[in-house]
């Protein structure tokens, strides 16, 4: 505990100078920025800095490419309250109760709240990666193809809860984002799948046209040129703050977001928006009115939020404390330290303890600048809402053209991004929900890939996902949700949350 | 006919086409799935899925009461999207995005000239000194280099 | 009146005489006169983008002309590859790529599909790195050598796993060639790239793997993992007490990641003898140097004639390997 703190003073010595502090919000307002545009996410934005920071002393540099990591997830939420459109992938849920807080009037709060709960999630989780680094990261070691395998297969259960609506078309969108999904190289034989010799399709179809495609353009497509426009908004400032209510509302959803978000986050090889999912469905299945869900309810902005920046955290875990990249963010921050040098591995920390302090320390002042950016920002954001639609919604088009080219450097993604629009405005019209879709897009390759190479490692035996403890744990707990679920079927009494739920539906 | 059914004999048709699609892909067996293994158990879930609909869809929004009033405006900024995915290598991002703007605006908006010309040259042109010379991300340039 | 219109009637066409024959002689401006792109395959952070980066910058002080990377990835680098391999044959759009480039159109030949571009579609400009693969162990593992290691594996075979940055990968093409070679069997399991390789090894679930050395000595350094050979030619200055294949008896296994810059095959003559003389000059210069020792990737350079002869030898290795995996489904 004492040389906890002694190595955090360290660490904080090393970033309260004014060089670092200047990088450090530098990294934070281009992350920002880099969030707000849609489809562009962290990972542009760092690959685009990237050589900046060759000349930097490592310390300065991981602190600026770090900035920009979190700093995009704070501006993710932007656009997603604002316009209905993922600032990136991640951000897809909050689209969702944000957009519909915004329209009632209270983007300034949804915002607000944003912000409030990412800061904490993130202050949070730095003390998490702290303390926890080292033993967390050998826990996730352990988490091998058929642990994972039954975590997503629990997960999906627990996600069937994510949206109200007719259960038979959730189901069915989840399978077409599956199946979507599937497009693409075969990771474990090299077949080609529905690519239609298309090279472009070869890794897949992408989240992140998908999700702008499915949410933004298809927004634009059912509003524009809509005979009742959105009223152009006039926000007073008593309608920028989140009211009492709101706050106490959102304070368990922070915290039950957050450490879901860093516990996924730390798994390797998982995606963010899968914590943003889960923290969705679960704050709709505890909350006491999940008919709100979908309609404005702070709880939706709040848990996918905090579990959102959270997660991203718990992905340096194992980077720090192994030398393990997560996922493609976590190995270009690797990249970025090998490039000076500096190998993450076991004993990063013992050698390095002015590098992984100071970053921690710069974490720590990352969030509050960012916190102290957002919040004035709030302001100058909900104003966009008073521009007339007729010509917010091309300007939208464009930077959702540019933001998933600029991905890629790919036309294709356009084109997808194209087709999803077209898929998503239809999908609204004959009353399909479109979130699931997006989370199938992005857990296929996963689910499929785990469970083969599972297969593959037994040769053959399914008694694998049995005999390991982790894996049979979260079959276990799959089952007893499932079952769970299952019991009003069989009991009979009282009635189910799902059924009032459509009641209280019908009554609106 | 009920959007229900309608939706619903679609996603049949799309499990359909997908098992026919899989019919190069190896399925492998139980123990050793092969590539075509999931798509086909997918495409057999969205084909029960879409039966089922059929079967539950009477009691649906009727497709007759379904209004699309913001359909010539959709269509225009879907063509508009195609339009860039096409083009916009070749004929070069400030050009086509202009193209792209002037139309929205001045053809379906019908704003007034001044903003019309302001927006067309002002955005792409803002945008691409932003993405391309700023942040260092080369958006297309066009075959004749602008 | 007829005179003049006469008169200016030849003056014009006088005008255009001048304009077409000064033509090509005002575009004789020295390449480069605009910003030049490489293409990088692969995600940012991985091998070809780390060694394309500081490249790009020492280039673009011997062209005096912005040097941008753009990543195009896909489908283990074919799309990239694709892209530059049609891509405007004048010198703007070159392409660092890896040893990979020589595998995908034998994987695309083995599953009977069109590739996707052809080797003949790029003209080299130079070799940049090569590296060998190592067989990393953990560090509890049983075997003390190689002949432990192929003992055992005789012993029970397709007991041993191994993991790989994906099939038909570099990782997995390096460790079949020696299990061909030695006469085993062992089991693949494919992960999602390097890294996730890395992982599954330290997690214990697979039992050893062929990669480069780079991500894996921090681990040797630690002591969390051990190394046994070497698919190298001759020993590794960072590892010197790690015998190579060849010492060991294991003739023509040899594997080599490289990282090298290309141009379409139809580049002017001219612009390539540009581009290898800056190349050249780029891979002396302290800060690619340091920066490529950095990440223990040390410089290996060969002009062009050399490259392309070390490149014909190199794929037909891997092609002879790539044919005896076959199809793995």
Redesign the interface.
């Known amino acids: 505990m004492d040389s906890t703190f002694q190595n955090l003073v360290l660490g904080f010595s090393t970033v309260l100078t004014p060089t670092n502090i200047s990088y450090s919000l530098i990294g934070c307002l281009i992350g920002t920025m880099v969030g707000v545009l849609p489809g562009v996410g962290p990972?542009?934005g760092?690959?685009?800095l990237?050589?900046t920071t060759?000349g930097l002393d490592p310390t300065s540099a991981i602190i600026l490419l770090a900035g920009i990591y979190y700093g995009a997830m704070y501006g993710g939420s932007t656009t997603s309250i604002l316009m209905r459109i993922p600032g990136e992938a991640a951000s897809v849920m909050t689209c969702i109760d944000g957009y519909a807080m915004a329209q009632k009037g209270r983007a300034g709060a949804a915002l607000a709240i944003s912000a409030i709960g990412s800061y904490i999630a993130g202050t949070l989780s730095v003390v998490g990666l702290m303390f926890l680094a080292p033993p967390l990261a050998r826990l996730a070691?352990?988490?091998?193809?058929a642990e994972y395998t039954s975590l997503l297969l629990c997960g999906l259960v627990v996600l069937s809860y994510m949206t109200g609506g007719s259960i038979?078309?959730n189901?069915?969108m989840i399978?077409?984002g599956?199946?979507l999904g599937?497009i693409?190289?075969?990771?474990?034989?090299?077949?080609?799948?529905?690519s239609y010799?298309l090279?472009?399709l070869?890794?897949g179809i992408g989240v992140v046209p998908v999700a702008v495609g499915l949410f933004g353009?298809s927004e634009?497509?059912?509003?524009?040129?809509?005979?009742d426009t959105r009223q152009v908004i006039k926000p007073t400032l008593r309608d920028l703050l989140p009211t009492g209510e709101e706050l106490r509302d959102s304070a368990m959803p922070i915290l039950r977001g957050t450490v879901l978000g860093f516990l996924i986050g730390i798994i390797?090889?998982s995606a963010h928006i899968i914590s943003t999912f889960v923290s969705y469905a679960m704050e709709r299945r505890l909350s006491k009115h999940p008919e709100r869900f979908g309609k404005g309810a702070i709880e939706g902005v709040a848990g996918p939020e905090s579990a959102n920046n959270a997660a991203s955290e718990g992905a340096l875990v194992?980077m720090l404390a192994?030398?393990?990249?997560t996922g493609?963010i976590p190995?270009?921050?690797?990249?970025?330290l090998?490039?000076?040098?500096i190998?993450?591995?076991?004993?990063?920390i013992k050698e390095q303890p002015a590098i992984f302090w100071g970053l921690i320390a710069s974490m720590y002042v990352g969030n509050v600048v960012l916190l102290l950016l957002n919040l004035p920002l709030v302001g100058i954001f909900v104003n966009f809402l008073r521009i007339p639609y007729?010509?917010l919604?091309?300007?939208i088009?464009?930077?959702c053209?540019?933001g998933v080219?600029?991905v890629?450097?790919?036309?294709v993604d356009?084109?997808i991004?194209?087709a999803m629009?077209?898929l998503g405005?239809l999908l609204r019209?004959?009353?399909?929900e479109t979130a699931p879709t997006v989370l199938g897009v992005v857990l296929?390759p996963i689910i499929?890939?785990s469970?083969?190479?599972a297969?593959?490692?037994s040769?053959?035996?399914?008694a694998i996902f049995l005999q390991r403890p982790i894996s049979v744990t979260f079959l276990g707990v799959g089952l007893l949700m499932m079952l769970f679920g299952l019991k009003p079927l069989i009991w009979r009494k009282g009635k189910d949350w799902r059924d009032r739920l459509t009641q209280a539906e019908k009554s609106n | 006919m009920t959007i229900d059914r309608v939706s619903g004999s679609a996603l049949v048709l799309l499990g359909l086409f997908v098992v026919w699609e899989r019919r190069v892909l190896p399925l492998g067996t139980h123990t050793r799935p092969g590539p075509g293994y999931f798509p086909l158990l997918l495409s057999m879930l969205l084909i029960v899925l879409g039966a089922l609909l059929i079967f539950q869809g009477g009691s649906a929004q009727a497709l007759r009461s379904l209004a699309w009033p913001e359909a010539p405006h959709a269509l225009a900024i879907l063509a508009c999207s195609a339009f860039a995915t096409l083009f916009l290598e070749q004929i070069g991002y400030r050009i086509s995005m202009g193209i792209i703007l002037g139309f929205l605006l001045g053809v379906m908006e019908r704003l007034r000239l001044w903003l019309v010309l302001t927006l067309t040259l002002g955005l792409p042109l803002g945008t691409f000194w932003l993405f391309d010379s700023l942040l260092r991300v080369p958006l297309p340039r066009g075959a004749w280099g602008f | 009146m007829k005179a003049m219109r006469g008169f200016f009637a030849v003056l014009a066409l006088v005008c255009i005489g001048i304009g077409l024959l000064s033509g090509p002689v005002l575009a004789e401006d020295p390449y480069p006169t605009r910003p030049i792109q490489i293409i990088v395959p692969f995600p940012p952070g991985g091998v070809a983008d780390l060694v394309a980066r500081p490249l790009a910058t020492v280039l673009e002080k011997h062209l005096k002309q912005p040097v941008v990377i753009v990543n195009k990835t896909g489908a283990g680098g074919a799309v990239g590859m694709q892209a530059a391999a049609v891509s405007k044959p004048d010198g703007y759009t070159l392409m660092v790529a890896l040893s990979s480039i020589s595998v995908m159109p034998e994987v695309d030949a083995l599953f009977g599909r069109p590739s996707t571009y052809k080797l003949k579609d790029f003209a080299p400009i130079g070799l940049l790195t090569a590296d060998p693969t190592i067989l990393v162990i953990r560090n509890e593992a049983p075997w003390k050598t190689v002949a432990d290691f192929v003992a055992d594996a005789k012993k029970r075979p397709n007991e041993i796993k191994y993991s790989s940055s994906g099939v038909y990968g570099t990782m997995h093409v390096a460790m079949e060639m020696f299990a061909h070679a030695a006469g085993i069997k062992l089991r693949h399991i494919p992960t999602g790239g390097g890294g996730p390789a890395v992982t599954s090894l330290l997690g214990g679930h697979v039992d050893c793997l062929s990669g480069g050395p780079n991500v894996s000595i921090p681990h040797l350094k630690a002591g969390t993992l051990r190394v046994l050979a070497n698919w190298g030619d001759k020993r590794l200055a960072a590892l010197p007490d790690v015998p190579t294949m060849k010492e060991l008896g294991f003739k023509d296994v040899e594997f080599l990641i490289w990282s090298g810059f290309f141009a379409p095959v139809a580049t002017p003559p001219a612009i390539l003898k540009t581009l290898r003389e800056a190349t050249a000059k780029a891979v002396q210069a302290p800060e690619f140097k340091s920066a490529m020792e950095k990440m223990d990737t040390p410089v290996y350079y060969l002009d062009a004639p050399d490259f392309q002869k070390f490149w014909d030898s190199d794929a037909e290795r891997l092609v002879k390997a790539v044919r005896n995996i076959g199809k793995v489904q």
Do not use: C
């Open positions: 990972l542009a760092i690959s685009m990237l050589p060759f070691l352990g988490f091998g193809p038979i078309k189901m069915a399978v077409l599956l199946l599937t693409g190289i075969d990771q474990m034989s090299g077949y080609f799948r529905f010799g090279v472009a070869g890794d353009i634009i497509l059912a509003t524009a040129g809509h005979p390797p090889g194992p192994l030398g393990v990249p493609p190995a270009v921050l690797l990249a970025a090998m490039v000076h040098g190998t993450p591995g076991p004993l990063f007729r010509i919604y091309p300007t088009l464009l930077f053209v540019v080219y600029a890629n450097s790919s036309l356009v084109g991004m194209t629009g077209l405005y019209k004959f009353d399909f296929a499929e890939f469970f083969r190479q297969l593959a490692m040769d053959g035996s399914y």
